[in-house]
């Protein structure tokens, strides 16, 4: 056991299940362990990493930031802030013309909802079964999996909340009604098992939203900033929401999140909703350098090749315990028969870091800058490690 590991274990919370792997440096799409081990990094910071590891604009840009100005809450303008807006009025669709900026996924997921009952002053929330939204009290209400609210006292916590089956179009009909202030999903659904959603299924929750007066919330906290192959997941689907939310990889590594919404959810009432750290220039900046090399480097691009050669790679794979590979741009899975538990660890073994997305489920999410010799070598390592 490494000292860091040993020094972590003496006071870490003891809720997330680690690895016995201290991370120390990363570059691209290559990460090192402490004893000097690099491997092809398809964990990616979880999804936050869709850039690569030590970008040097974005570095540079927080660096310089940090020297000018770190700290400027709401309760004054700020030139980066602004600029930062100005960048999403460009790359969102025009309709999400508002912003609220705050820390992380599970942060948008609860503003998101917030602002949905304050517009609608309804308090129904449907989501779908296998959905992921964060695990802070508001987005856990939409976040499907017993175990997360077990410790909770179960689901009476969270009354007027539904889970619908997942590219079900029926019971969505049944579920959506005069009390539903929100219907949240994801486009692809990332920790559920890496799902794309099929069109049908959006466009007619988008209707049903617009038709019975609630609001459509897309969580595209993993899907987007180009992994699966444009900008935003939304735009391959065709469909906007009233409320986008976004996270992970949009400052480049530093934590941030995103709501914008649309016009159509009217005023929402002065200091209602509110974040110390939300739209600071520090994580303005980051973002601002992110988004511009992702678009230089065309990274949306990148993921649509890469993405498909990864799956066809994962699609040759002969082994009798996988049952299905899925995806869409670089968010790529294999459900396999089996718990996917010994096959991410053999990964690991052979020098490459994949997560799990539920139990049976290996997980893809590199950075988008990965190569093309790099995706074989991962493609070769997950057909040994199957084998
Ligand atoms: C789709 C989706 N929404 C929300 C979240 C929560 O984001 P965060 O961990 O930044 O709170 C995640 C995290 O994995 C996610 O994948």
Redesign the pocket.
Known sequence: MSDIQEREDRHTSGLYQKRPLAIVRGEGAVVWDSDGNAYIDCVGG???ANLGHGNTAVAEAIARQARTLASCTELFYNDRRAELYDLFARILPAELDRVFLCN??????EGALKFARMATKRSGVVATMR??????MG?LAA?WGPEYREALGGEALFPGTSHVPFNKLEALDAAIGPDTAAFVL?LV???GGVRPATPEFVHEAARLCRERGALLIL?????GFCRTGTMFALESYGVVPDLL?L??SIAGGL?M?LIAFSRAVGDLPRRSHSSTFGGNPLACAASIAAIGEMERLRLAECARERGDQLLRGLRGIESAKVREVRGLGLLCGIELKENAGPTIRALQERGVLTLGAGPTVVRYLPPLVIGTEQIDRVIAATAAALA
């Not at 992380?104 to 997921?109: D, H, L, M, P, R």
């Not at 959905?131 to 802070?136: D, S």
């Not at 969580?219 to 899907?223: A, G, L």
């Open positions: 979880q999804g936050s992380s996924g599970t942060e948008a997921i959905g992921f939204h964060g695990k802070t987005a976040t994801e659904q990332g920790e969580d595209e906290v993993q899907t939310c996270a992970k934590p999140g």
